[in-house]
């Protein structure tokens, strides 16, 4: 992946109701959820879905296909995983990583 579409896919995602709808979606996995169900799920209205839709789509981390009269809508997982290699390959420089340790809490990150 190239910076500038990392770029895009982390702008995308620094949203919080982008956000909420590309986790629902990667929750969803491959069958996706029509536009409407999505709106249902996280109380949107259509015009503000359909916005925020189009700039998943526009950063590439999403799909959309029609069934019937519906738009259904998917995390594009390949991109996903673009994306974190994307953010992980330099990961530990030259050390390996233990991606095994724990997680460090926000205090000790702070400090």
Known sequence: MEKKAALAGLAA???ETRLDIYRLLVERGPAGL???DIAGRLNLAAATLSFHLKEL???GLITCRRAGRSLIYA???RAMRGLVG???ENCCGEEACDSTAPRPHLE???A
């Open 75 to 77: 995390a594009d997982f």
């Open 57 to 59: 789509r526009r950063a």
């Open 86 to 88: 994307y953010l992980t």
């Open 108 to 110: 000790e990150m702070e």
């Open 34 to 36: 029509a536009a409407g």
């Open 13 to 15: 995602l620094s949203q």
